[in-house]
């Protein structure tokens, strides 16, 4: 499983879900690996799949990401608290990207205009892309709401492109 299409693909095909295989310890990741693993998690979301995976997330910081499915511990509590109907959507515009956060209640409206290059961070597919040193330099706003993880010289927009409504 290496991208959103490959996503697409399962939930075209009838299934609800996804099984990650192995207990996934986040701080050993590599850079690269981890951005993927939380790429991976956002467009399953926006494709309307669950994932099922067991994982340690250790001292990272994941508060930002819990509108994601949560890895469970191998004392079967979950890492993080998936917020129930929290969310975190993006939807594009001609110049700019609309962000929809209701993670912490309330609703909140973040605009980013698209010529910035931190904007490229959000709106990318990709999985596992190094930052270039001018989406490096940008994504300080977008860490103050919470709209990137970044690990190194990696980094991704967890905002969910939704594809799929789950009601």
Excluded: N
Excluded at 14 to 37: K, N
Excluded at 43 to 59: H, I, K, T
Aim: proline residues 4%.
């Amino acid at each position: 499983m290496r991208s959103r299409e490959d996503l697409v693909a399962l939930s075209r095909s009838g299934y609800a879900g996804i099984r990650l295989a192995g207990h996934l310890v986040m701080p050993e990741m590599g850079d690269a690996e981890l951005v993927s693993l939380i790429a991976l998690l956002r467009d399953a979301r926006g494709v309307g799949l669950r994932v099922s995976w067991s994982g340690d997330c250790g001292a990272l910081k994941v508060g930002g990401l819990c509108h994601l499915d949560p890895p469970r511990r191998p004392d079967g509590s979950f890492a993080w608290s998936a917020q129930r109907g929290g969310s975190l959507v993006v939807r594009r515009g001609p110049t700019f990207l609309a962000v929809e956060d209701t993670r912490h209640g309330g609703r909140r409206r973040i605009d980013v205009d698209r010529s910035e290059p931190a904007a490229a961070v959000l709106d990318e597919s990709r999985w596992g892309r190094a930052l270039t040193p001018a989406e490096s330099a940008g994504l300080d706003a977008l860490e103050l709401h919470d709209l990137v993880f970044r690990a190194g010289d990696h980094g991704v927009g967890i905002a969910v492109r939704q594809g799929v409504w789950c009601v």
